[in-house]
């Protein structure tokens, strides 16, 4: 019987030698370059935010919801037709139920008439099944408070442990900044996707923050207490074991968001991604650049 080909030692040693090769390039950029283009990009996502803030969802400002299935539309011409017909900024999203079937959602502002939306829908679509709900503007503003503080608790949270894992301000504000960061960029590519701010999104930017914290303490772990001869082997070592798991994760992410007929899975995802391509940004090379600067100078963490 034929055996399956199996990976020998020198063999798989020389597939990461290669991947460390072509990571090469970021150990050999100089510390200050690796501390200041992040730097940029932050700033530039903090300037995104002032002018595109993502829009904030019917579960954090209050509004109705009107679902119809049975209906198969474009949602951008329906969106027009309705908002031009009612008088009023009307969202419309489509999706596909477990079954297979295709319907519609219709988020309008707090205090408009459901059942003129329905009138109008019905029109076009007599045979849809329709249904809707309403929240409140003072159960959104709740939700939003509740979901606002939920982040700064985990925030602070994480900070605390940060500082007590490594006793060392250059390192851990160097992680914390990493957090800070990742969640800026993600909400600032989500006002410029408009990918609206909901429970479901801040629970993902919940997420987002221990992930960073995985990774940047992979990271000062290697290099502060490394077994290779210098912080760039140190540091190569770390980095193809993070870009593996960037990679792996960003594809399992990637995967949900394609097959994926929930638009709050596909926010979810949307939003997952974007912070793990900025947090690749931010602890391979921003962080790693803070820990490469301070440790050239002969300081330990």
Same mark, same amino acid.
């Given at each position: 019987?034929?055996?399956?080909?199996?990976?020998?030692?020198?063999?798989?040693?020389?597939?990461?030698?290669? =991947?460390?090769?072509?990571?090469?390039?970021?150990?050999?950029?100089?510390?200050?370059?690796?501390?200041?283009?992040?730097?940029?990009?932050?700033?530039?996502?903090?300037?995104?935010?002032?002018?595109?803030?993502?829009?904030?969802?019917?579960?954090?400002?209050?509004?109705?919801?009107?679902?119809?299935?049975?209906?198969?539309?474009?949602?951008?011409?329906?969106?027009?037709?309705?908002?031009?017909?009612?008088?009023?900024?009307?969202?419309?999203?489509?999706?596909?139920?477990?079954?297979? =079937?295709?319907?519609?959602?219709?988020?309008?502002?707090?205090?408009?008439?459901?059942?003129?939306?329905?009138?109008?829908?019905?029109?076009?679509?007599?045979?849809?099944?329709?249904?809707?709900?309403?929240?409140?503007?003072?159960?959104?503003?709740?939700?939003?408070?509740?979901?606002?503080?939920?982040?700064?608790?985990?925030?602070?949270?994480?900070?605390?442990?940060?500082?007590?894992?490594?006793?060392?301000?250059?390192?851990?504000?160097?992680?914390?900044?990493?957090?800070?960061?990742?969640?800026?960029?993600?909400?600032?590519?989500?006002?410029?996707?408009?990918?609206?701010?909901?429970?479901?999104?801040?629970?993902?930017?919940?997420?987002?923050?221990?992930?960073?914290?995985?990774?940047?303490?992979?990271?000062?772990?290697?290099?502060?207490?490394?077994?290779?001869?210098?912080?760039?082997?140190?540091?190569?070592?770390?980095?193809?074991?993070?870009?593996?798991?960037?990679?792996?994760?960003?594809?399992?992410?990637?995967?949900?968001?394609?097959?994926?007929?929930?638009?709050?899975?596909?926010?979810?995802?949307?939003?997952?991604?974007?912070?793990?391509?900025?947090?690749?940004?931010?602890?391979?090379?921003?962080?790693?650049?803070?820990?490469?600067?301070?440790?050239?100078?002969?300081?330990?963490?």
């Amino acid at each position: 019987m034929a055996k399956g080909k199996t990976q020998k030692p020198g063999q798989t040693a020389e597939v990461r030698a290669k =991947s460390r090769e072509k990571l090469r390039f970021l150990a050999e950029m100089e510390p200050k370059k690796m501390i200041t283009y992040p730097l940029v990009v932050f700033i530039v996502a903090l300037l995104l935010l002032a002018v595109h803030f993502p829009p904030l969802g019917i579960d954090l400002k209050g509004g109705v919801v009107v679902t119809g299935e049975g209906i198969s539309a474009n949602p951008d011409q329906l969106e027009k037709e309705l908002s031009g017909k009612l008088g009023l900024e009307v969202h419309v999203e489509s999706f596909t139920s477990v079954s297979g =079937s295709k319907g519609i959602r219709v988020y309008a502002p707090a205090g408009t008439d459901p059942q003129k939306i329905i009138d109008i829908l019905k029109e076009k679509y007599p045979n849809a099944d329709f249904t809707h709900s309403e929240v409140q503007p003072t159960f959104g503003e709740m939700a939003k408070k509740q979901g606002m503080r939920a982040i700064i608790f985990a925030f602070i949270a994480m900070a605390v442990v940060v500082f007590l894992f490594f006793r060392n301000p250059v390192s851990s504000l160097a992680i914390i900044f990493s957090a800070l960061s990742d969640m800026t960029i993600a909400v600032a590519v989500m006002g410029i996707f408009r990918i609206q701010l909901t429970t479901a999104t801040i629970a993902a930017l919940l997420m987002l923050i221990g992930y960073t914290v995985d990774s940047n303490i992979l990271l000062t772990t290697k290099l502060t207490k490394r077994k290779e001869d210098t912080i760039e082997e140190a540091y190569l070592s770390a980095v193809s074991t993070g870009f593996t798991m960037s990679t792996t994760t960003l594809g399992a992410l990637l995967m949900l968001w394609i097959i994926s007929t929930s638009p709050v899975l596909d926010n979810i995802a949307a939003v997952l991604i974007f912070g793990l391509l900025a947090d690749f940004m931010n602890t391979w090379i921003f962080n790693a650049g803070v820990l490469r600067w301070y440790l050239s100078r002969g300081v330990e963490l």
